[in-house]
């Protein structure tokens, strides 16, 4: 299973589907430290999410460093055994769906799995 991120306008499609694994779900809750990660985002405007995403991604990009040095929690033991979807990737999942908030600010962030 994965997730299917969407932007629409009203009922139009704005961008392509940015597509990742669900087996990283757990580790962008993490990353985002709340409880269930696409209640944060799902049926949000993109603009009011942009922080949310930003500290997310600054997490996962500073976690091998700071886990080793401040004992901060390891995102990576959220990886799934299987490889499909790693710390690397979630990175750049969020990422793309940031740019696109930055794209379409206006739009409303829709999410499938």
Not at 97 to 108: A, D, F, M, R
Request: one cysteine or more; aromatic letters at 14%; hydrophobic letters at 35%.
């Amino acid at each position: 299973m994965s997730y299917d991120v969407y932007f629409k306008k009203w009922k139009k499609i704005l961008t392509d589907r940015i597509n990742h694994t669900s087996n990283t779900g757990e580790m962008i809750s993490k990353a985002m430290d709340v409880d269930y990660w696409r209640d944060e985002i799902d049926w949000k405007v993109a603009k009011d999410v942009i922080n949310i995403l930003k500290n997310a991604i600054e997490r996962l990009a500073d976690n091998d460093w700071k886990a080793k040095s401040f004992s901060f929690l390891d995102l990576r033991i959220y990886e799934p055994e299987n490889k499909w979807g790693t710390l690397e990737t979630t990175q750049l999942f969020l990422t793309r769906i940031l740019w696109n908030c930055y794209e379409n600010p206006k739009s409303t962030i829709y999410i499938s799995k």
